[in-house]
Nanobody
Framework: HVQLVESGGESVQAGGSLRLSCDTS????????AAWFRQAPGKAREWIAA???????SYADSVKGRFTISQDAAKNTMYLQMNSLKPEDTAMYYC??????????????WGQGTQVTVS
């Protein structure tokens, strides 16, 4: 049974950093990929980063150079390190897992989301 649980979201000031965590218990990375999405009020859910089963990351242009996706397989946990946060990064952040290329239509599992607010 796959259950994704995010944590780490909170309110921070612009320029600050946060690290989001996603407990990926039950999901086998070797089967596909995992990703982070975000959704701001009134906007569509946006793909921001993905981690393929071979460990290779990919990023949306909006976060490239500021965010880093990683995983600790031993802990069944995926992370999103977010630096140089901007007010436009304010959103609900979701952990997801599914099939390559791990974009919205290929997601099989979603977490419940964790709120990040940047002011």
């Amino acid at each position: 049974h796959v259950q994704l649980v995010e944590s780490g979201g909170e309110s921070v000031q612009a320029g600050g950093s946060l690290r989001l965590s996603c407990d990926t218990s039950g999901y086998t990375f070797s089967r596909g990929c995992a990703a982070w999405f975000r959704q701001a009020p009134g906007k569509a859910r946006e793909w921001i980063a993905a981690l393929d089963s071979d460990g290779s990351p990919s990023y949306a242009d909006s976060v490239k150079g500021r965010f880093t996706i990683s995983q600790d397989a031993a802990k069944n946990t995926m992370y999103l390190q977010m630096n140089s946060l901007k007010p436009e990064d304010t959103a609900m952040y979701y952990c997801a897992a599914g099939k390559r290329p791990c974009v919205l239509s290929y997601v099989d599992y979603w977490g419940q989301g964790t709120q990040v607010t940047v002011s």
